[in-house]
């Protein structure tokens, strides 16, 4: 069984630029979360998704980034402008609605901002 | 609603045991417990869910105070390769979100 997939693994912009993240859930997943981990800490909870619809994203910085999940599969996170705070590995984890909710994560996007 | 997770930090020599806690303020409906490796993503280990049994990976097993809103996760006989950051995920009783505490680093000596 494939994983979830991210890309990229790297990038490095400076500040005031744009970047986004791709994700791509395991088969048959209908929850799709994103998470930013800065250095040393825990996961922090963007935004989750059910199928193509916003769970929660009362974490998610909306003035500068945005995520959709177009047909309830890939799904792109954006940052628009940077800032260095923003400097940290993104995580995209899926997992089943119904029965066994273990979440599955992808490897990451580091991302430094400069 | 993030749960606390304590100790912080321990330090064991091989074939030691280790218990590391995840407290709610809130009613849990599931826990998560992962391992994350330096520069690595999170890896499940297993879920406990309310009114579940504990649950056991390899050496590793858990537990689930549904009174308490407290999970905790029992090391055996602690392997190099258990050491890593361990970080709990909770589902509070009618949400839907998953939320992380803030990790346990577990270091493991020979």
């Known amino acids: 069984e494939a994983g979830v997939a991210q890309s990229p693994r790297y990038k490095i912009i400076e500040k005031r630029q744009s970047v986004a993240f791709w994700c791509n859930p395991i088969s048959g997943h209908a929850t799709l979360y994103w998470y930013q981990q800065i250095l040393g800490q825990g996961p922090k909870l963007l935004i989750q998704?059910?199928?193509?619809?916003?769970?929660?994203d009362s974490q998610l910085p909306k003035d500068r980034f945005s995520a959709e999940r177009l047909k309830g599969v890939d799904s792109t996170l954006k940052i628009q402008p940077a800032k260095l705070e923003d400097s940290a590995v993104y995580l995209c984890?899926?997992?089943?609605?119904?029965?066994?909710?273990?979440?599955?994560f992808g490897q990451g996007t580091r991302l430094t901002v400069v | 609603q993030q749960p606390v997770q304590s100790p912080q930090a321990v330090i064991l020599r091989e074939g030691e045991d280790a218990v590391i806690n995840c407290s709610s303020s809130?009613?849990?409906?599931?826990v998560h417990w992962y391992r994350q490796k330096h520069g690595e993503a999170p890896v499940f280990l297993m879920i406990?869910?309310?009114?579940?049994e504990q649950m056991r990976h390899e050496k590793i097993s858990a537990s689930f105070n549904e009174k308490k809103q407290q999970s905790s996760l029992y090391l055996t006989a602690s392997q190099l390769s258990y050491s890593g950051t361990y970080f709990c995920g909770t589902r509070i009783q009618g949400a839907q979100k998953l939320v992380f505490g803030q990790g346990t680093r577990l270091t493991i000596n020979p």
């Open positions: 998704f059910q199928n193509n619809g916003v769970v929660d």
């Open positions: 406990l869910l309310k009114g579940g």
């Open positions: 984890a899926s997992s089943q609605y119904r029965g066994r909710t273990e979440a599955f």
């Open positions: 809130k009613a849990l409906y599931s």
